[in-house]
């Protein structure tokens, strides 16, 4: 009897691990890995945070804590404190009951409970992302039931920078009640965030033409160094009166990635709500991962808990912040410094992890093939895989490939 699975077609690589697999593939001396969405120390090496590490020691010697199952929608003092750090902790809404959250798998698994909810409880159909964004955006929304998946402007290739005018105009054209995926800070794989005037006039437009909120929050504190510089945009259209969903990652700014801690906030106008949107919300987690795991909640809602430990993650968050910065201003520096075609300004413009080179696929090919320096066919870059050690073989790798691959 033929197989069942026959007619499984083969679906196409995730090209991120398939970047990584062949960085790990190669046996060349100085193969550098740029691809990869993770926090490297100065050594390359990955970094298990300073305050992590004491918390987690201190859970190892409490006795109390067993491997009970959570409630199903997660540690509360968790989902609490989390909230807290993302719309601010004096924010009227959590006096007057209007803010409730879910402990979710990560930033993904958040994005997946909402447009579960999204769609298939208030029955919204059509989302906006941006063009470019992070590539999970998509997928999410596909498998969860959104049948309309659009894409608004956001990057202009030619100035390297933020195509303002043409997000508000594809914005001012969606249809009433369409979600939009904004990135809260870092945008994913940009680098490039609106400034606070910009924000407002994304917010106006959202308001105008009834457009739903959903921010991404996965680098909160790890773009800037600053926890609250890096949620002024959701905490400015909390403060203009949007009911909102975000969701937090904390793989990044704790270093958690394979945890999966993460948390889906959402911010109503009416406290009375709450109780029937936790009941729904429960019904989705049941049926798709039934409870959420506890480690990394318990090391997160430690930290974010007691004011001493609290500060400890704060200078950890500027420690990561800082190296990156300081690893753009060397790549920049010296690619001006040997003339390396076109202008690399939008190098330190940019934020957060991820850098825009503006490199085309061919010269993105062409670093891998001879250079053994693996990054997405994009040119899009990881600001942590470039170390002292590494930055001028990076940087005379990228000046012959834009000096001598013509782009296509």
Known sequence: MATRFAEVKQAPPI?????????????????????????????GKPWVLPVVRKVEKLLAEDDSLTHEYFPILGLEAFSVAASKILLGASHPAFSEGRVTSVQTLSGTGGLRVAADF??????????????????NHR???????????????????????????????????????????????????????????????????????????????????????????????????????????????????????????????LLLK???????????LTLLVRGSYSNPPCHGARIVTKVLTDPALFEEWKECIRTMSSRIKEMRKGLRERLEKLGTPGTWDHITAQIGMFSFTGMSAEQAKHLADKYHIFLLSSGRINMCGITTGNIDYVTEAIHDAVSNITKA
Request: with cysteine; hydrophobic share 35%; proline share 3%.
């Open 15 to 43: 090209e991120v691990f398939a970047v990584s697999k062949a960085f790990t593939d190669s046996t060349h001396e100085k193969k550098v890995n740029l691809s990869v969405g993770a926090y490297r120390t100065d050594e």
């Open 118 to 135: 999204l769609h298939g409880v208030l029955k919204y159909d059509t989302v906006y992302y941006s063009s470019p964004t992070w590539g």
């Open 139 to 265: 997928l999410i929304f596909d498998l969860a039931g959104f049948t309309n998946l659009r894409t608004y402007r956001y990057w202009d290739a030619g100035k390297r920078g933020l195509n303002l005018d043409g997000m508000l105009e594809d914005l001012n054209n969606a249809p009433e009640n369409s979600v939009v995926i904004l990135h809260a800070c870092a945008h994913n794989p940009t680098g490039v965030d609106c400034t606070q005037d910009q924000w407002k006039q994304i917010a106006d437009v959202c308001e105008q033409k009834k457009l739903f909120p959903l921010f991404d929050s996965a680098y909160q504190g790890f773009a800037s160094g600053d926890l609250d510089a890096d949620a002024w945009s959701v905490r400015y259209f909390a403060d203009r009166g949007f009911e909102l969903m975000g969701t937090q990652s904390f793989s990044k700014n704790f270093g958690l990635y394979n945890e999966r801690i993460g948390n889906l906030v």
């Open 270 to 280: 009416d406290s009375s709500v709450i109780t029937p949107v936790r009941s729904q």
